[in-house]
């Protein structure tokens, strides 16, 4: 038989060619993957994504179903769109799922290995998690810490005293900055700021730095098998930063063991102090080395100035733009003070439950860690689907705290949805209130604006004090104008992947009127 070399060639292409077409189209359920849409190659579904990447994700949700499976470049992930799925993740199946996993190149991290935030499930996360329970985080430390956030909330509004009396512009995005990150520091270091008062700005401008070196090198996940080259320089900056930080906090643990910062005893203990008694302990469960705790103080900044800051913009912001929720904040304050004439302290908060729905209504809607993430650490079967060991899921925060099944108007700012109505309790402006400080935290799956399970944010608890103490004094204080005589923020509210970009990129410009003075 006379066989036609070319012919053949030709026809083994065109079948190899309809088979890899095949594959690449066909459903990845009728592999036995959780559904998603039709991807491309290389890009993945990244032309289906825009730039709210959590509500593109709910949006495809609505498609194909709470268990997606969706592919961004190089990153293969299971996306999780609605609370029951989530509740099997978080809750059921927590420890299988007690993992995250992270984005982009990991070499040109100093401390890499030292990791806590996103450390494995392992015996080192597990240690320092009960260390961050039972001492660095605990609520007595957390008691020991309320002179430092009452102090600092007097002088951002002692700066705000005198911006108003000048007729000044303020901008609170700075203002919560500079709050939150002297706040943090004094928690952290409070001997070595006590002595050097320009730490906390000294730390902040590396801590941005880092960030902002980290988030671009995060992106490079995008770039497949690119991604761990240096295209664009960021790795050698984040390697400069990093040491940067690692030679001041170097210098600040040496004189903490030299006893150079001072020792007031037990009760005036920060976290370093706690940090390197840990350190210093030999009947440890596990020794600390000194790379560990210079990336855990970095990591708690890291994790902690932009989400406080962030969430207090957003809060002002939504406020702002409903007077009337502003003035029941108000109201209820005055309530509670009767004819005492005085700033409302820390003490005070259990007894205003109505700004605490406020603020947790806030993170609601505006969420600063919008995709939650977890890897599984065993093959698992979820909503029927076989989900392996080592497989990367986004449990989509913002898609399920926007879920209409579970909140009525979910896109309305309403703080009364939390507020628990009971018939026996006294009645206040129309509403029954629950008489205790709303937990912000909670078990509730429907909830997740600190996350949920082992991973949940471990400051949660510190972060609603900041909140609460500082926009109920806001609201006592002032009364605010958006800068330029609007009534209202025309902000486009976009709720993105991270913190800085809070508020749509915009600063918060507004002026505040003085309504109560709180050194007068
Ligand atoms: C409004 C402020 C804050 C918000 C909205 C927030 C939110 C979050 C979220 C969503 C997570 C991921 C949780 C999960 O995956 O289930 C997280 C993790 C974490 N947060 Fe926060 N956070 C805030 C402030 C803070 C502060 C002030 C600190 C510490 C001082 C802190 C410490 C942590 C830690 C240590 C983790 C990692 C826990 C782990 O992986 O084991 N956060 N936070």
């Known amino acids: 038989?006379?066989?036609?070399?070319?012919?053949?060639?030709?026809?083994?292409?065109?079948?190899?060619?309809?088979?890899?077409?095949?594959?690449?189209?066909?459903?990845?359920?009728?592999?036995?993957?959780?559904?998603?849409?039709?991807?491309?190659?290389?890009?993945?579904?990244?032309?289906?994504?825009?730039?709210?990447?959590?509500?593109?994700?709910?949006?495809?949700?609505?498609?194909?179903?709470?268990?997606?499976?969706?592919?961004?470049?190089?990153?293969?992930?299971?996306?999780?769109?609605?609370?029951?799925?989530?509740?099997?993740?978080?809750?059921?199946?927590?420890?299988?799922?007690?993992?995250?996993?992270?984005?982009?190149?990991?070499?040109?991290?100093?401390?890499?290995?030292?990791?806590?935030?996103?450390?494995?499930?392992?015996?080192?996360?597990?240690?320092?998690?009960?260390?961050?329970?039972?001492?660095?985080?605990?609520?007595?430390?957390?008691?020991?810490?309320?002179?430092?956030?009452?102090?600092?909330?007097?002088?951002?509004?002692?700066?705000l005293v005198e911006k108003s009396r000048n007729g000044e512009a303020c901008d609170l995005g700075l203002e919560f900055t500079a709050l939150t990150t002297k706040i943090l520091s004094k928690m952290v270091m409070g001997k070595r700021c006590r002595q050097n008062s320009n730490l906390p700005i000294e730390i902040r401008r590396i801590v941005s730095d880092i960030m902002a070196c980290a988030t671009r090198l995060g992106l490079m996940e995008?770039?497949?098998?690119?991604?761990?080259?240096?295209?664009?320089?960021?790795?050698?900056?984040?390697?400069?930063?990093?040491?940067?930080?690692?030679?001041?906090?170097?210098?600040?643990?040496?004189?903490?063991?030299?006893?150079?910062?001072?020792?007031?005893?037990?009760?005036?203990?920060?976290?370093?102090?706690?940090?390197?008694?840990?350190?210093?302990?030999?009947?440890?469960?596990?020794?600390?080395?000194?790379?560990?705790?210079?990336?855990?103080?970095?990591?708690?900044?890291?994790?902690?100035?932009?989400?406080?800051?962030?969430?207090?913009?957003?809060?002002?912001?939504?406020?702002?733009?409903?007077?009337?929720?502003?003035?029941?904040?108000?109201?209820?304050?005055?309530s509670i003070l009767g004819n005492t004439h005085r700033l409302i302290k820390e003490s005070d908060l259990q007894k205003l439950p109505y700004l605490q729905a406020a603020i947790k209504e806030t993170l609601r809607l505006h969420p600063v860690g919008p995709l939650l993430r977890r890897e599984s650490n065993r093959d698992m079967n979820i909503n029927g689907y076989h989900v392996k060991s080592g497989t990367k899921i986004f449990i989509n925060a913002y898609g399920i705290m926007r879920d209409p099944r579970t909140y009525k108007d979910p896109d309305k700012f309403v703080p009364e949805r939390f507020l628990v109505v009971e018939e026996n309790t006294e009645r206040k402006m129309g509403y029954h209130y629950q008489q205790y400080m709303l937990e912000l935290k909670g078990q509730d799956v429907n909830y997740l604006a600190f996350g949920s399970g082992r991973r949940g944010c471990l400051g949660a608890s510190h972060a609603s004090l900041v909140l609460s103490l500082t926009i109920g004094s806001l609201v006592q204080c002032f009364d605010w104008t958006v800068k330029g005589d609007e009534e209202k923020f025309k902000i486009k509210l976009p709720t993105g992947f991270s913190a800085s970009g809070t508020a749509g990129g915009s600063s918060l410009m507004c002026s505040p009127k003085l309504y109560f003075d709180p050194f007068g």
Not at 291 to 318: C, G, H, P, R, V
């Open 222 to 334: 995008l770039f497949g098998p690119l991604r761990d080259l240096d295209v664009f320089g960021n790795g050698k900056k984040l390697r400069s930063s990093i040491w940067r930080y690692d030679a001041l906090v170097e210098k600040i643990l040496k004189d903490y063991e030299d006893g150079k910062s001072g020792n007031d005893g037990e009760k005036d203990k920060d976290i370093v102090d706690i940090l390197l008694d840990t350190y210093n302990d030999p009947k440890a469960e596990l020794k600390l080395t000194l790379n560990q705790i210079k990336f855990f103080i970095l990591e708690l900044f890291m994790a902690s100035l932009d989400t406080t800051s962030a969430a207090l913009q957003w809060t002002m912001t939504e406020l702002i733009n409903h007077q009337d929720i502003f003035t029941k904040i108000r109201e209820e304050i005055k």
């Open 1 to 159: 038989m006379d066989i036609n070399y070319t012919s053949c060639s030709y026809v083994f292409f065109t079948l190899i060619t309809i088979f890899l077409l095949q594959r690449l189209f066909t459903s990845s359920t009728r592999r036995g993957l959780p559904p998603g849409p039709r991807a491309l190659p290389i890009l993945g579904h990244m032309h289906l994504l825009r730039s709210s990447l959590p509500r593109s994700l709910q949006a495809l949700s609505q498609t194909h179903g709470p268990l997606m499976n969706i592919r961004i470049g190089s990153l293969q992930v299971l996306v999780v769109s609605d609370s029951d799925t989530a509740k099997q993740i978080l809750k059921t199946h927590d420890p299988d799922f007690a993992s995250k996993f992270v984005f982009g190149p990991r070499h040109f991290n100093v401390y890499k290995g030292a990791e806590f935030f996103n450390a494995p499930y392992g015996p080192y996360w597990r240690f320092m998690k009960k260390l961050c329970m039972t001492k660095l985080f605990a609520g007595y430390q957390l008691d020991r810490f309320v002179g430092i956030r009452e102090e600092e909330t007097l002088a951002l509004l002692r700066s």
